[in-house]
């Protein structure tokens, strides 16, 4: 397969290009509109061809998919392109900016009849596939409550656009607490959500202080540092969402979900079940689980779908991703 990238950043430098060759597939050109990034980056990987544009890498190269590895608010444009191109599709998360934006991406999809895929590696992990395996089989039971947790104690990125609002469309919802939003809502087979109550806020980025990931810019923050939420769904389940750029807590960083099952709970990460067993109860760790590369695993079934019928699931999935966003963002 003929591969493109769309933006050489770090999440193509260190996942989706080396991904891509290592499972075989011929990566044969890169965008970037600052042609010297892009060429550096073909330098590096041994890509043949670079483009300032979008457009001209879509006419000029005959691609069976493309990887869009860009600012937010560029995604849908991109997607839609690449989909009309006749390009089966990878885009990283979020989806997009809006619920809006996210149908729209899904409508494409499905005239061009092409795979649409987001990256949510969360989802690869070998112990969120164990613990989807073990859901599907019924042991933990109808899940009824869940809690998504994407919290940093300084941790807003100092590289980048993350702090910009314009092309990111959000802060610490749309980068960090949409990775554990996804992946509850993928544990819990994406449910239809009913209700939602959500806060946002600017409490601590527009105040210089330390970073643990790089210094930022206080007086050009200008996306939320916190976002808290609850959301009911039409099968009777509940989430709770708590996500923060810069939070007081103890841990550095925090990426986990929990879920309540009528048979029996889980959390993530680690990996750990609770269940009621002979008049005792037990919390239950694999004592050995094979690790894979969340990454390659996303590549390697990205590339399967698209040898296969078109895959409109995970963009189905996008837009009521983006439709709970939406009304956490509107009650700001």
Request: charged share 20%; glycine share 8%.
């Amino acid at each position: 397969m003929k591969i493109g990238i769309i933006g050489t950043g770090g999440i193509a430098k260190t996942a989706h290009i080396p991904q891509y060759i290592a499972a075989g597939a011929d990566v044969v050109a890169v965008m970037n509109r600052t042609r010297e990034r892009g060429e550096a980056v073909a330098k590096q990987f041994g890509i043949e061809r670079v483009y300032e544009t979008v457009e001209e890498m879509l006419a000029e190269e005959t691609l069976d998919a493309v990887s869009i590895c860009t600012p937010n608010a560029l995604h849908k444009q991109q997607v839609i392109a690449a989909l009309e191109a006749g390009c089966h599709v990878l885009c990283e998360k979020p989806p997009a900016i809006s619920a809006y934006e996210a149908n729209e991406m899904l409508e494409a999809a499905r005239r061009a009849e092409r795979t649409l895929h987001y990256g949510f590696h969360y989802r690869h992990r070998s112990d969120t596939q164990l613990l989807k395996r073990m859901i599907e089989a019924g042991e933990l039971g109808h899940i009824y409550a869940a809690t998504a947790l994407a919290l940093r104690r300084r941790g807003i990125p100092g590289w980048g656009v993350f702090t910009n609002k314009e092309l990111q469309g959000g802060g610490a919802l749309l980068d960090i607490g949409v990775h554990m939003l996804d992946l509850a809502l993928y544990l819990m087979d994406y449910p239809k959500p009913v209700d939602v109550v959500g806060h946002v806020g600017q409490y601590l980025g527009t105040r210089p202080g330390v970073g643990l990931m790089g210094d930022w810019d206080a007086d050009a923050f200008s996306v939320e540092d916190t976002a808290r939420a609850m959301v009911t769904f039409d099968n009777g389940a509940s989430l709770f969402l708590d996500a923060s750029f810069m939070a007081n807590v103890d841990a550095a960083d925090t990426m986990r979900v929990e879920l309540r099952g009528t048979n029996g709970g889980a959390s993530l990460f680690p990996l750990v079940i609770h269940t009621e067993e002979h008049g005792a109860l037990f919390d239950k760790t694999p004592a050995h689980l094979a690790l894979e590369d969340p990454y390659a695993r996303q590549i390697h079934t990205f590339l399967e779908a698209c040898r296969q019928e078109p895959s409109y699931q995970q963009a189905e999935q996008a837009v009521t991703l983006h439709t709970i966003i939406d009304r956490i963002y509107a009650q700001a």
